[in-house]
């Protein structure tokens, strides 16, 4: 005689409906001749039916009625669908409750280690989350979960779960300042051969404790404009990349220069005698409040060296003991006086003025038989007269004279090439009324 034994899990709450009958939900779980079995592989805090039936060559018997037994609580089930989220030194986990086999879960013990090592350290939170934090940035991890009873504790998830930190964001490059004049600040920052995609952004003071972008982009320099004289500005910068957006740098000050000056326009000379020319010039525009004076240096013409003669806050002077019959160069530069004491500022030189005095009564000329052009005449920066006759006397020309030279050339070629064609136009004319 042989026997079968069919099993059912079953709960208190199950109920036979029409699609599922008693006899479809009966597995058979043993069939031989001793009449008793052990079941093995049960759900923990499961309820089990049985029935057994005996077969022989007569046929089969009817199934005995059902015995139902339940087994105890077991430790929890395996921790399932682990999720994350990461930021440069955290990670965010989370996951769905396991089968608590009967008895509560009271906590979760999470495993987390460093990929490449086999220490690790453990984690205890009583919900089904827990925020893993003072990891290193840009590392990968190894992680397992596993739920804990009254019972015991269930096993480790498997596999484990391999997650990694972010990178950190850049930190942000020392700002520095590399060109400055009285309205502009030039910066720079960074190394310009780094071949990595970060972005800057620089902001600056505009009122106490408040900052605005005045740049943004890949670039590691930047000019700030439209500033003002002598004042200090404070920036910072943030740098940005793939990982996210920096610290601002903490703020560092840079001051605008003071303003030079504008250099006036070339003086104009007047020659007042043998050795002595007045020297006039149009006043410089003042840079605010602050006092505007002038410096006047002179060349003379055996000298390759300008030298002081005036220093004052008119916008004329005499030159005295000047060699005549000699061409000199005469320019100006303004000065201003800080009135906050931070001293005093030359501006640039103005373009110089060239003049020549008149040389004394009864001087010949190089020949011995010319005589010297009139006063007025040598005393223009633009005489073609006093150019020629210092060509004649010393045989060197300054740029400024040979320049008006060849335009005074060009000026004669000009008319005399008009004179030849206006011939040749009336000698063509005579010609054909002739013909004709």
Known sequence: MEYVLECQKTNPSD?????????????????????????????????????????????????????????????????????????????????????????????????????????????????NHIVVSALLPETLYRVRVQAVNGIGAGPLSSPALRASTRALPPSPPAIECVGATHSSLKLRWGDPKSTDFIQYTLEMEVKPGVFGVVYQGLSHSYKVSRLQEATAYHFRIQATSDAGEGQYSEPISFVTNRALPPAPKAPKATPQGETLCLLEWQPARPVGDDRISYIVQLQHSNSSEFSVVYRGADTSCTLSSLTPNAFHCARVAAVRHCRDGSGDLTGAFSPPTSFQLA?????????????????????????????????????????????????????????????????????????????H
């Open 15 to 127: 109920t036979p409906t029409e699609e599922t009958t008693e006899q479809d939900t009966f597995v058979q779980t043993y069939s031989g001749r001793v009449p008793q079995h052990e079941a093995k592989g049960l759900t923990p805090a499961s309820c089990y039916s049985y029935r057994v039936q005996a077969v022989n060559s007569a046929g089969t018997s009817a199934f005995s009625e059902p015995v139902s037994c339940e087994t105890p609580p077991g430790p929890p089930g395996p921790v399932n669908s682990i999720q994350w989220a990461s930021t440069h030194t955290s990670l965010e986990l989370s996951w769905n409750p396991p089968d608590c086999h009967g008895s509560k879960v009271l906590r979760y013990q999470v495993e987390v280690s460093e990929s490449n090592s086999s220490l690790s350290t453990l984690h205890q939170t009583e919900a």
């Open 359 to 435: 040389p004394p009564p009864g001087l010949a000329s190089p020949s011995g038989t010319a005589t010297c052009p009139a006063p007025s005449v040598l005393a223009s920066p633009s005489s073609p007269a006093s150019f020629i006759r210092n060509w004649c006397t010393k045989g060197e020309l300054s740029d400024h004279q040979l320049a008006v030279i060849f335009v005074v050339v060009f000026m004669l070629a000009a008319v005399l090439v008009a004179v030849l064609i206006k011939k040749l136009e009336s000698w063509s004319q005579q010609h054909l009324d002739i013909q």
